[in-house]
């Protein structure tokens, strides 16, 4: 039997994390056809070490970037999210140089948000990067939640940890 916390096993984390990655497109799929195009919605997985994780086309243009993040806690335990810095640069760059879009989907265990990219971040830090990357320190924007668009707010229970998280 895998061990039921993400940290405990790298490869169930990531496996829950493709579900949850999965289930946020779809998510977010309704809400564009809801509120904004209502024609076929694609997504592009970028390369592996792209700033972003999709291009998001509407009838087969491009329409904008999308980075989705999994997060493993329920929404408002932490009053910012994270994003490391380069991909607001990127974001900025890109709509300031060529007016391409990116939008920030976040997960997390009972809710999905969205933020324009490009916003400016709320606070600057630097931080240590993830707890597999030992005392590598790195370069975060952060985000109010507050600033996010809830665009569904369905607990996974299925995916609930037995954690503090």
Not at 37 to 58: A, C, H, L, Q
Not at 75 to 95: D, L, N, S, T
Not at 122 to 145: C, G, Q, T, W
């Amino acid at each position: 039997m895998l061990p039921n916390t993400p940290r405990q096993n790298p490869e169930y984390e990531y496996q829950k994390s493709l579900k949850l990655t999965e289930e946020a497109l779809s998510i977010y799929k309704g809400f564009l056809k809801s509120t904004l195009f209502t024609g076929e919605i694609t997504f592009e997985t970028m390369p592996k070490y792209s700033d972003f994780n999709y291009k998001v086309f509407f009838d087969g243009q491009f329409d904008h970037y999308l980075e989705v993040k999994v997060r493993y806690h329920w929404w408002g335990k932490y009053i910012q999210e994270k994003m490391p810095f380069r991909k607001f640069g990127v974001a900025y760059a890109m709509k300031n140089v060529y007016g391409s879009n990116a939008v920030y989907l976040l997960r997390t265990m009972n809710k999905v948000g969205v933020l324009n990219l490009f916003e400016e971040p709320s606070k600057i830090e630097e931080m240590f990067a993830r707890h597999d990357r030992n005392e590598e320190k790195d370069l975060y924007a952060l985000y109010d939640v507050t600033r996010f668009r809830i665009i569904d707010s369905k607990d996974v229970a299925q995916y609930k940890w037995e954690s503090n998280e």
